[in-house]
């Protein structure tokens, strides 16, 4: 039986050969099991991130949440894959001490076999930093570390388990946070594209953006900034044809 496999999850393969896992506490998979892990990280916010943000010499990224640390590692993969200058600072909070200790015994794709001796260092105390990177894992409550930040960052990947099963990662009085943590040019990436999550962004005055790409179900990028190369979704309209739908609250 595989190492990382214990009675909170099962490790499963996903559509495009990558491995994710299956929370049996929170009845989810980590990632869609049919975009695949990969590609989800990959197309629904590293490359929606970095297309407006790719020209900043220090990025300031917001992993919500590290879970099996997909979107961190993608960010890594993407920056020397492309050989960017930036210097990228990654900050994600991760409730289940348990699961970032394991995670050097997750088989990730051989696209991180060269961040090995970081997803080590991750599992065993919770940072890394070299001349290009700063990572840290905070072992908490997300709802708590966002608030330690003001007007700080350039990306929030917002990567919490669904609406329904982790309601607190997704309100209105969150997203107000997360906004107040975020610049005003700042960019968020999301797999949801419900209509209460896009409320609980749009009455928090951010923009909400199509994001779309072939062979991968279509996501949501948001920013208080206009952003050229995504189409804007009418919330008006939206709201308009749905005048009962409310955000999520506290
Ligand atoms: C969908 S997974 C994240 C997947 C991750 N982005 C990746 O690429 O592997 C959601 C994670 O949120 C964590 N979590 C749930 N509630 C949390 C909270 N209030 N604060 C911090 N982490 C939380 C869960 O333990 C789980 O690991």
Redesign the pocket.
């Known amino acids: 039986m595989d190492k990382f496999n214990d009675e909170l999850h099962e490790i499963v393969l996903s559509e495009d050969g990558s491995f994710?896992a299956y929370?049996k506490?929170?009845d989810?998979h980590?990632?869609s099991t049919k975009d695949g892990?990969m590609k989800e990280?990959l197309f629904k916010h590293v490359f929606p991130a970095f297309k407006i943000k790719e020209n900043q010499d220090d990025i300031n990224i917001l992993?919500?949440?590290?879970?099996?640390?997909?979107?961190?590692l993608?960010t890594l993969h993407h920056h020397k894959k492309n050989s960017l200058n930036s210097k990228l600072n990654i900050y994600s909070?991760?409730?289940?001490a348990t699961?970032i200790s394991s995670l050097k015994d997750f088989s990730y794709p051989p696209e991180f076999d060269e961040f090995k001796h970081i997803v080590l260092e991750l599992c065993e105390h919770g940072v890394y930093k070299d001349k290009d990177f700063y990572i840290e894992i905070f072992i908490?409550?997300?709802?708590d570390?966002v608030r330690e930040f003001k007007n700080k960052f350039d990306i929030v990947?917002q990567?919490?388990?669904s609406p329904s099963s982790?309601p607190?990662?997704w309100t209105l009085e969150y997203f107000t946070d997360i906004k107040n943590a975020m610049k005003k040019d700042g960019v968020l990436t999301t797999y949801s594209i419900s209509l209460a999550t896009r409320l609980a962004l749009f009455k928090n005055g951010f923009n909400l953006y199509v994001n779309s790409a072939e062979g991968i179900r279509t996501a949501t990028v948001a920013s208080e900034a206009l952003l050229q190369d995504f189409t804007l979704v009418d919330m008006e309209h939206k709201i308009s044809c749905n005048p009962d739908a409310e955000p999520l609250r506290d």
């Open positions: 994710t929370s506490e929170y989810e980590y990632h892990a990280s992993d919500i949440c590290y879970g099996l640390g997909f979107n961190t993608a909070p991760e409730l289940d699961l908490g409550d997300a709802r570390y990947y990567d919490a388990f982790n607190t990662l």
